[in-house]
């Protein structure tokens, strides 16, 4: 007989040891959770007791079996509903989100702008496909753009004219607060270069009815919206599909425009970094109050002095 031949069944006894010791673990935990009865007349097989489990075998069972199995759990991987309730920040978003969302799904190669051939990745199977690279920078942009507006103290107006877009653009204006509005509706022709007739004297008086930004999640359903906007030169920001001319906006977004989740996300990175601009307006405020506040103390204080 061979060496390796009379080393084989060691090797096996070997490997197969911790399978065997692990094997009857389990076994004799489940053995005292639910012990097999004797098998009854009417049946075959064995029957398990529906006892509930104790805490302190419960608690082994689980603390024996917890690295077994896979780390991920519905708290830290990806779920449908966070782009509308936990929208990621400008920073923190990868080019694997946009995937999830289906962002690099484009209409029909037929259906394709020339001026949209600088976004594109390539075509598979008669469909244009978008390259995510640019979108994940011009997205970007898009939130720094509306940071810097709500830094400012100025007023985002969200639009989406469809009733699958009134969550996501309400919710957008929601996370700005009182800088943040939204259209889930459809648009009103003269909103922005008819104010006074559509709103009335009082109100163009007393409250401010032009924003400083409007982000579009359907343009192309919105045309005349974005010819008001550009007549009042207020800048704007849409999703580009492949089928849409990039230049009808200021800063696009080259993204699926049918998605819906992209949507989602869209809007949500674009409203977390509108957030962020409106606190640190705000804490800019706060600053300015008190450094006046001190400078009067001051003054209260050098006043007798000089007396």
Known sequence: MSLRAAAAPSLKTAASAPRRA????S?????????????????EFPTLSTKPLPRAVRKEIISHFTNLGST???????????????????????????VASGAHIGHARALTRPSFIPYTY????????????????LLRRAANVTRAIAQANGTVLFVGTTDALRPAVRKAAERMGPNGFHVGTKWLPGTLTNA???????????????????????????????????IARIPTIGIIDSDVDPRIVMYPIPANDESIRTAELVAGVISIAGREGVEIWQRSVQEKAKADRRRDLNNEISEPQDQ
């Open 22 to 25: 692990l094997f009857s673990t």
């Open 122 to 137: 390539g075509h598979r199977a008669g469909v244009t496909i978008i390259n995510l690279d640019h979108t994940l920078p």
């Open 27 to 43: 076994r004799s935990l489940f053995s005292e959770v639910a012990p097999e009865t004797e098998p009854s007349a009417q049946s």
């Open 196 to 230: 006074v007739e559509l709103f009335g004297p009082a109100t163009i008086k007393s409250h401010s009815v032009k924003p400083d930004l409007v982000v579009f999640l359907n343009p192309a359903q919105n045309l005349h919206a974005i010819r008001e906007c550009a």
């Open 72 to 98: 991920q759990t519905r708290g830290n991987s990806f779920q449908p509903h966070h782009p509308l309730h936990r929208p990621a920040s400008p920073h923190s978003l990868t080019l694997s989100a946009l």
